[in-house]
């Protein structure tokens, strides 16, 4: 390549260089004609580069004073930045900083004969910037740092906190509704319900119309910057003024097996999406006709357990577009509380599964103890019976000594007392020792169908004579007609006996005793009532452990085997004390299972 050539070559690629330039640039020649345009000129002017070639810079400078000079060779400073106004070809102002530098055609000269006329001609590279851009710029950088601020204490605070789940997602949602937050006019959170497989709407915020909104952003404007003040303060302001996004949230439902649906595609394809008015989708209608607005974004709460559910936004109220920077760090804030929602259930299972697990350590403590009891109350239980045996003989020997005693002495002899006295407590020995005796014996599992009416009634009338000599009254009220129960007849014999001598010895002449047989679902219940003095409502649950009596001279065994016989059954033993004043002492045993199935 010849040198002619290479020069050629060498102008062309810089001419390309500045005509494709993203930046506004302008080569001027001399007397202000513009000799070639930047592409980014071209869109800083409003027209195509080519179209600006050969025109008068000047003509698109706004005059100002002083400054109209500045395209004129003698009165450009190189390298100064000034700013300018130019006025584009739509006729628009736009500010800009423009800086000029000058230099001379040798250095791009073609050379060869024509050197010499070229040689003092200036030129001039035109650089502009539009201020308003930078201006935009600038606003979304500190747009960006506020964000990132309030993202950094929302993690603080989310993370950090012993929140519970509820108080998480209603923090993120103030964040992403609040002044310094996100800004979205309202906000929706959906959250998997695995046992049903569907997405369902759990809490929302926001207000329900303009006025409300205008109330609460006044309310609002001097919100403090931390953000746990600005949630008490958020609180306070939106708490009544939510019920509309509540009911809203109430009927967002998706099934999970809705794949194509906008919401279920975002959680799985963990990517924010902002659906503008134009735009369809499936299942962006029936959202639309929910929210009553047709754009807005959607964002996944995802982590890396899997898809939590989706959080929706938008700007119902104030209709403002939602932009790339709100998308963006939709996504960032939404991985946060995605975290955060994750935590909080862990934490809160954990926290579950300690309680389970001292539950059931205390449950082992328990029937370790009760165990052990057990095992005490068995070696106590034979060794009473022995003992109780070893004691009968002697007894009965002592009380028929004492009884042949006092039969010998005559009435006036002051020891016929004392025979009377060892006679007596005798018998009362005997009595604990035969309860005893009974209370320890195995019981045998021989049972009769029988007509409880009827063994109810025959038990109590062997009781008239003794009822009428204390003067005592006896009422039947057996209402369970034909029932049948499986029992053995001997031992509820027993129970109604030791229910019946109580109620008897708890009663002056005159009182009455009542016996009420009624029908259950699934049972029948006994109940022998008096009209007697009740017992202490302290005692009430002590009435059938063994030995607790209130009597001088009473063994406590009578009810604690009266129990033990209807636990026995399958049924269940109990007291209470009537409101008209005295006992009420029942039982419920079960009805046999029809084999039927009826
Ligand atoms: P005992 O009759 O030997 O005292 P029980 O086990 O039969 O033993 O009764 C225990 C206690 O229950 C009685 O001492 C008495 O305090 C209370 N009790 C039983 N029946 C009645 C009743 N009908 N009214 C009030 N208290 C009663």
Redesign the pocket.
Known sequence: MDQQEYLLRRSEIVSQGVEENPSAILVVGPGGRILLASDGAGVLFGMARAEMVGRQLEAFMVSAPGRNDLWKPDSCESGVVHNLEIRNSQGELIPVEAQCFSFSTRSISLGGEDQEDQEDQSHWMVMMTDTRLREHEDELRAARLAKLSLLNQVSDALHGADLTLDQILQAVLICMTAGQGLRFNRAFLLLIDHKQEILQGEIAIGPSNADEASRIWMDLAEQPGDLLQMMTCYDRSIKQTDVAVNEIVRHMTVPLSDENNLLVQVMHERGTKRLTAEMTWPGAETLRFWLGCSEFAVAPLVTRQGPLGVIVADNAISRTPITDLDLEFLLIFANQSAAAIENSRLYHELEQRLQDLGKAHQKQKEDQESLMRMERLSVMGETSAIVAHELRNPLVAIGGFARTLMRSLNTEDPNREYARIITEEVSRMEGIIHDLLDFIRPRKQTRKMLVLDELVAGTMGRFQGELDQKGLSLNYCLQAGSVEVSCNPGEIQQVLQ?FLV??MQ?LLPGGGIEVRTSQLEGGVKVEVL?N????AEDVADK?FSPF????AT???????ISAQIIKAHGGVPGARNRDSGG?N?FFILPLPKREDGE
């Open positions: 030791n109580n109620a708890m008096d007697g003095p009740g017992f009435l607790f009596s209130t009597k009473g063994s406590g065994l009578g009810l604690t006992a002492f």
